[in-house]
T-cell receptor, first 116, second 109 residues
Framework: DSGVTQTPKHLITATGQRVTLRCSPR?????VYWYQQSLDQGLQFLIH???????AKGNILERFSAQQFPDLHSELNLSSLELGDSALYFC???????????????FGQGTRLTVV | DQQVKQNSPSLSVQEGRISILNCDYTNSMFDYFLWYKKYPAEGPTFLISISSIKDKNEDGRFTVFLNKSAKHLSLHIVPSQPGDSAVYFCAASGGKLIFGQGTELSVKP
């Protein structure tokens, strides 16, 4: 158990809909990272938050947005869903501010999103 | 633009032999490198890391080598065990953590 909690574990929704994925980081971790893993793809970096502020953005679509709340949990919002958005979405947390500084990130078990 | 590349999608080795997983990167600003292991239906778990000021880091059966001039790192597992069968991701850190595509290692008894 990494200490990172993601809910829900599975989500099935229709095209055009909007969903929210939730991540609770490990206790004491201030950084949350979101990644997308599509079929046969590696882990694509989406976005990083540190202590409530956006720190870095990757290849995140405009239809996707995220935020980190004062209690440090984070939500990833996916809207106008398309079939191609079906993927595993992972969040990870770390103590550091973004350079990671010799600390590793700990991953949740992921949310499997299926768009039908 | 794939900044971190693992060119071998899969690798099969015999139990007891050495497994060598390779990773190349393009950005010379990366200052910290990590290897993660992932089993099906689970999130990636941290395995071993190396700072850019070192060229080798060892932890039990796992050793990571870094060749900065070639922008190449490798993970050696010796001896390989069937329980090592998983997908291995290398990652590079420089403000954000960028992952390669992964290499699926299969260790056969």
């Amino acid at each position: 158990d990494s200490g990172v909690t993601q809910t829900p574990k599975h989500l099935i929704t229709a095209t055009g809909q909007r969903v929210t994925l939730r991540c609770s980081p490990r206790s004491g971790d201030l950084s949350v990272y979101w990644y997308q893993q599509s079929l046969d793809q590696g882990l694509q970096f989406l976005i990083h938050y540190y202590n409530g502020e956006e720190r870095a953005k990757g290849n995140i679509l405009e239809r996707f947005s995220a935020q980190q709340f004062p209690d440090l949990h984070s939500e990833l919002n996916l809207s106008s869903l398309e079939l191609g958005d079906s993927a595993l979405y992972f969040c990870a947390s770390s103590v550091g501010s973004g350079a990671l500084e010799n600390t590793e990130a700990f991953f949740g078990q992921g949310t499997r999103l299926t768009v039908v | 633009d794939q900044q971190v590349k693992q060119n071998s999608p899969s690798l099969s080795v015999q139990e007891g032999r050495i497994s060598i997983l390779n990773c190349d990167y393009t950005n010379s600003m990366f200052d910290y490198f990590l290897w993660y292991k992932k089993y099906p239906a689970e999130g990636p778990t941290f395995l071993i890391s190396i700072s850019s000021i070192k060229d080798k880091n060892e932890d039990g059966r796992f050793t990571v080598f870094l060749n900065k001039s070639a922008k190449h790192l490798s993970l050696h597992i010796v001896p390989s065990q069937p329980g090592d069968s998983a997908v291995y991701f290398c990652a590079a850190s420089g403000g954000k953590l960028i992952f390669g595509q992964g290499t699926e290692l299969s260790v056969k008894p």
